[in-house]
Structure formats: structure tokens, C-alpha cells
């Protein structure tokens, strides 16, 4: 298959900026499903702990990107269970 590709971008160069965005664009996709598979709270992967979003505390940060929260700052606002 590696061969091919190569075969086929020596025959037409035009087609190398395509394989490394197709490359690119799914090394990507694959780290980002990873991340939410081994990071996100709302994935279980232990069945010792059913509910591991319990752990979390108010200011851990688990989203991607937050816009204008600042985690350090916030305060406890739940009970204990």
C-alpha cells in the first residue's frame, strides 16, 4: 500500500500536498478519539469505579478548548457523595 502511494506521488507530484493533508487530517482524527477515549470523564474503562466523574474536582479541567472559564477559580458548589 506504502509503495503504491509512493509510486503514485513520483508519477504525479502534484499529488503529495493531498497524501500529507489526508495524512495529516487523520493522525489528527485518531489522536483526538484517543484523547477522548483515555481523558473524558464520561468514559468508564474501570469497572471498580462505576462513576469516575465523581473524582473531579470544580476546578479540574476537562474540556478541549474553554473560551472564558478560568478552572483555578472556581469555587466547590456540590455536595459530597
Request: glycine share 6%; net charge positive; charged share 20%.
Amino acid at each position: 500500500m506504502l509503495r503504491q502511494i509512493l509510486g503514485q506521488a513520483k508519477k504525479h507530484p502534484s499529488l503529495i500536498p493531498l497524501f500529507v493533508f489526508l495524512g495529516t487530517g487523520a493522525a489528527g482524527a485518531t489522536l483526538y478519539l484517543l484523547r477522548l477515549a483515555l481523558f473524558n470523564p464520561d468514559v468508564c474503562w474501570d469497572r471498580n469505579n462505576p462513576e469516575p466523574w465523581n473524582k473531579l474536582g470544580p476546578n479540574d479541567q476537562y474540556k478541549f478548548y474553554s473560551v472564558n472559564a478560568d478552572y483555578s477559580k472556581l469555587k466547590k458548589e456540590r455536595p459530597d457523595f
